[in-house]
């Protein structure tokens, strides 16, 4: 699966919109990228995922770039509790997700 | 109605001992893994099975064994405890193959596994 590379951490002032920058370069062509997020001491939680197109649901929207090599998760309104760690991860067909690092997100009052 | 439960959610146990970790998920889906996240948060898979059958071996001590009695089920048994096997162990489950157009992941609660 290909890397992803992602801020350690971000601040977001609360109401405001929340942009995760992700970088997948070696990216091929048959893989998505998934975003996940971990809220403190739960279990990793599905946002969004995508292959070319930009997406969006109730949670987030994801920008996915013409070459495909970074992307942007956008939560729009973020509020206090989007405070957890975001991960990007760029899935293949393996069965596989392999979970990086991920971004802090401190969302404050 | 819960997705995907695991039981217990704290462990705490003498090294050398034998414990079980259980997995049920109610989401009709025919993939299951298991991960361990450490203590420096690293998110890591263990486990996959689909269909009852093991896919994914990620270089796992043979002291790890799960079991999966049915889709609906993947248990995670640890003979002769260590101190490096304290961590969180998060069930998930998918529909399919990971990566797929219509395949996300759903995470358990977590285990948090202590050895004494």
């Known amino acids: 699966d290909a890397k992803t590379t992602q801020p350690t951490s971000m601040d977001c002032a609360e109401g405001r919109a929340a942009n995760l920058p992700c970088n997948h370069s070696t990216i091929s062509g048959n893989e998505y990228v998934y975003w996940y997020r971990q809220i403190h001491s739960q279990g990793p939680q599905y946002i969004i995922h995508?292959?070319?197109n930009n997406e969006t649901n109730e949670m987030a929207s994801l920008i996915i770039t013409e070459d495909r090599k970074s992307s942007t998760l956008i939560l729009p309104h973020a509020t206090l509790r989007d405070t957890a760690v975001y991960y990007c991860?760029?899935?293949?067909?393996?069965?596989?997700?392999?979970f990086g690092k991920g971004t802090l997100l401190t969302v404050n009052p | 109605d819960t997705a995907v439960s695991q039981t217990p959610k704290y462990l705490v146990t003498q090294m050398g001992n034998d414990k079980s970790i259980k997995c049920e998920q109610n989401?009709?889906?025919?993939?299951m893994y298991w991960y361990k996240q450490d203590s420096k948060k690293f998110l890591k898979i263990m486990f996959s099975?689909?269909?009852?059958?093991?896919?994914i071996n990620e270089t796992v001590p043979n002291r790890f064994s799960p079991k999966s009695p049915d889709k609906a089920h993947l248990n995670l048994h640890i003979n002769s405890l260590e101190l490096g096997d304290s961590a969180v162990y998060f069930c998930a489950s998918s529909r399919g193959l990971a990566g797929g157009s219509t395949d996300t992941q759903y995470f358990g609660p977590g285990t948090r596994l202590t050895v004494l």
């Open positions: 991860i760029v899935g293949g067909s393996n069965y596989k997700l392999t």
């Open positions: 989401l009709g889906h025919d993939t």
């Open positions: 099975y689909n269909n009852k059958e093991l896919i």
């Open positions: 995508g292959l070319k």
